[in-house]
């Protein structure tokens, strides 16, 4: 199961720090990615990071913004979001590959096998 949480509401130009926790697979742990829904809009990637944490992947919209992490030993993945945007709003959700890389097809929702049930983020102007 992957459990996000971190979520909030938070003025424009302020920060959140989203949590993915691990259990029950943790033996089949791959790559973890980041995605967004805002309503009425697909399902975005947001960031991928690999099953070592030595590659990251961000979208362009959040490039600069966020950072993705994570501590194996907890077997949590994190996302520091800072100088959040209104248009940053959205349900974050967390997934794992079976995969031990993001690759490039990090952004594709269809190539992850688990998914967490997903935590709001509201930025207000």
């Known amino acids: 199961q992957l459990q996000a949480s971190g979520g909030g509401l938070v003025q424009a130009g302020g920060s959140l720090r989203l949590s993915c926790a691990a259990s029950g697979l943790t033996s089949d742990l791959g790559a973890i990615g980041w995605f967004r829904q805002a309503p009425g809009k697909e399902r975005e990637g947001v960031s991928c990071i690999s099953s070592s944490g030595g590659h990251t992947y961000y979208a362009d919209s959040v490039k600069g913004r966020f950072t993705i992490s994570r501590d194996n030993a907890k077997n949590t993945v994190y996302l520091q979001m800072n100088s959040l945007k209104p248009e940053d709003t959205a349900v974050y959700y967390c997934?794992?590959?079976?995969?031990?890389?993001?690759?490039?097809?990090?952004?594709?929702?269809?190539?992850?096998?688990?998914w967490g049930q997903g935590t709001q983020v509201t930025v207000s102007s």
């Open positions: 997934a794992a590959k079976r995969g031990l890389l993001c690759g490039g097809t990090w952004p594709n929702k269809g190539v992850y096998a688990y």
